[in-house]
């Protein structure tokens, strides 16, 4: 009898769980499920894949609630080559170069030291950075990352735990403790809590994300959150509990992690919100009086800095710039303990630090970061993130083993000069800070920003992407703009990126080639050639091109082969039978 009803209690308990297993089964084949996975197949491109523009919409009901963010489009094969050592940058809307988009991420500012140093090899940095994220969805997405089989990952974030998607004070799934949020990922992976997310959100019709208003005017739920109280205290908490299991992910994988600290803007950007109003006009004294009062007030502290650097007193200046910056109440920019919190993880995994923060402050004015490196409260200008990267480059060279002596033939102010962004990307730029700046929280209510004509080709030509002409276009109107003007370095970097943006276009990859070596560019032209080779083995005129190229190099026996390579596929070709005779000749007596 007793065996019975553990049979009928089984059978009971197992129906309804069979019923639920269906019904999941059953709802992964409708339209309903959506996975949303971290990097998706490029339909024109076989075997590559790009991050998921939709990546954002794991975070909310509906689409119609996400925020109009997604990682910047970059294509890469899903399976790495031989010889290829892949980098991963992941981050919030600095690591992912906001202004300016790919090309002005830190990741890409690397991506062009590491071709310039290296050109010979094949080194990859992929961002995967995305604006309004933080600690939860780099960890949600870390097992995806490690499937991409990275041979480093560098890590810039920590701005957005206060009001990024998921953060305490977010209007985005804000509300809820650290662990709901940790259940909340797991559950979103299945159909039937989509289904009934979906169910719920229809009934209760939450707002809808407002596309005339900038993120940063709809994302704070809390717009006040003081130093030391539980929301704040709780941010802290999520990122070092995040990053804590984030970091014991990658470290199980074996995969190596750089952590850099952060920077935002102390010198230029005053409090958006403050506990007290700034004083009228007043001097250090009566700063010193009201702070000695009330010491949690971010405009009297901010002031004070202010006098204290006028008065050339710059350690004093940069304590009341980061007071300012630790009281301010719309949590924005990260307070200190952030930093505080990347230094003590590192040193608790055995992780070099990368001091991002300490690098742009060398390069500021008193030590002091503001306007010379960043465009407003924490995103850097073209200057700021090339420092960022080059936080990041000696110990991405010491984490994959690469020759740092040769980082000393290319000084620091040379690498400056290719950067790769160009007077259209600073210019599209420039409008997006207008455009940013001009909603809360930098002022009360939206203002109206206009794109003016001009009569400078590259300003228009910014003006013609901010109204939906694609960068593919715009490079290509560039390049024909630069070589018209006899800019042809110029010409050559933007030929180079348009042909790392498609990486399966041989055409694209013997022009920037070709432009390299019009600008005696020699180790990057035999770089994009190659490419080119690779991509076209059968074309002569790319092999060709490379072998003069290696000539020029005095690479005499790599010309040849490529001379010979002719000759194996058309025996009586004439520049090649010509170019053969040279080079033997060359390398038997040796002239």
């Known amino acids: ?25 059953l709802l992964r084949q409708t339209s309903l499920y959506q996975r949303y996975p971290l990097v998706v197949p490029v339909a024109t491109m076989p075997g590559y894949v790009q991050a998921n523009p939709a990546l954002i919409n794991r975070y909310v009901a509906t689409p119609q609630q996400a925020p109009q963010v997604s990682p910047d489009t970059q294509y890469f094969l899903a399976e790495k080559t031989a010889g290829q050592q892949r980098i991963v940058f992941i981050g919030g809307s600095s690591a992912a170069g906001f202004p300016y988009g790919r090309w002005g991420a830190p990741a890409a500012m690397l991506q062009q030291r590491l071709k310039r140093l290296y050109p010979e090899q094949n080194i990859e940095v992929i961002n995967l950075a995305m604006a309004a994220i933080n600690s939860y969805t780099l960890l949600d997405i870390s097992d995806e990352v490690i499937a991409l089989t990275p041979d480093l990952v560098l890590v810039y974030a920590g701005h957005n735990e206060y009001l990024g998607i998921m953060g305490v004070g977010s209007a985005f799934a804000g509300q809820y403790s650290h662990g709901t949020k940790l259940l909340y990922l797991k559950l979103r992976k299945l159909a039937l809590f989509q289904a009934l997310q979906g169910l719920y959100a229809s009934f209760s019709k939450p707002a809808s994300f407002q596309a005339d208003r900038t993120m940063m005017a709809q994302i704070a739920r809390h717009t006040e959150i003081r130093q030391g109280t539980a929301l704040f205290d709780a941010g802290i908490a999520q990122f070092d509990a995040n990053m804590g299991l984030l970091l014991s992910k990658y470290q199980a994988a074996g995969i190596p992690v750089l952590l850099s600290t952060i920077a935002s803007n102390e010198a230029d950007q005053p409090p958006f919100v403050s506990a007290q109003p700034a004083l009228v006009n007043p001097d250090k004294a009566q700063l010193q009086q009201a702070l000695a009062t009330q010491a949690d007030v971010a405009s009297w502290h901010f002031q004070l800095a202010g006098l204290y650097q006028q ?79 080059e936080a990041f480059l000696p110990a991405v060279q010491q984490q994959l083993g690469l020759n740092q002596a040769e980082s000393d033939a290319i000084t620091p102010g040379q690498a400056l000069a290719d950067i790769p962004l160009t007077e259209v990307d600073l210019a599209l730029a420039e409008f997006k800070v207008r455009q940013l700046t001009a909603d809360y929280p930098f002022v009360a209510s939206p203002q109206q920003v206009s794109f003016a004509l001009s009569n400078n080709p590259y300003t228009e030509l910014a003006r013609a992407r901010s109204n939906g002409l694609s960068w593919l276009e715009a ?78 190099q005095q690479q005499l026996q790599q010309a040849l082969e490529q001379v010979d390579k002719i000759l194996a596929r058309q025996p009586d070709h004439p520049v090649a039978l010509r170019q053969q005779r040279q080079l033997q000749q060359q390398l038997t007596t040796g002239d």
């Open 475 to 552: 490079s290509q109107r560039l390049v024909t703009l630069y070589q018209q003007q006899g800019r042809i370095s110029d010409a050559a970097k933007v030929a180079g990126l348009l042909a790392d943006a498609l990486p399966t276009e041989s055409h694209l990859a013997f022009v920037a080639g070709q432009l390299y070596f019009d600008s005696q560019q020699l180790a990057l032209a035999s770089r994009y050639q190659r490419l080119a080779v690779a991509l076209a083995p059968d074309n002569t005129d790319y092999r060709l091109m490379l072998a003069r190229s290696y000539y020029y």
């Open 311 to 389: 008065d050339g007193e710059a350690n004093q200046a940069l304590a009341h710039y980061q007071l300012a910056r630790e009281h301010d109440l719309l949590r924005f920019r990260a307070p200190l303990a952030i930093n505080t919190t990347l230094a003590r993880l590192s040193s608790d995994f055995n992780l070099p630090l990368v001091d991002a923060e300490a690098l742009l402050r060398r390069q500021s004015l008193d030590g002091i970061i503001g306007k010379q490196l960043m465009l407003e409260h924490l995103h850097p200008n073209q200057l700021g993130y090339f420092w960022l990267a």
């Open 1 to 25: 009898m007793r065996s019975r009803k553990v049979l009928f209690y089984t059978i009971a308990l197992m129906i309804p769980l069979a019923l639920l297993l269906l019904a999941e089964l």
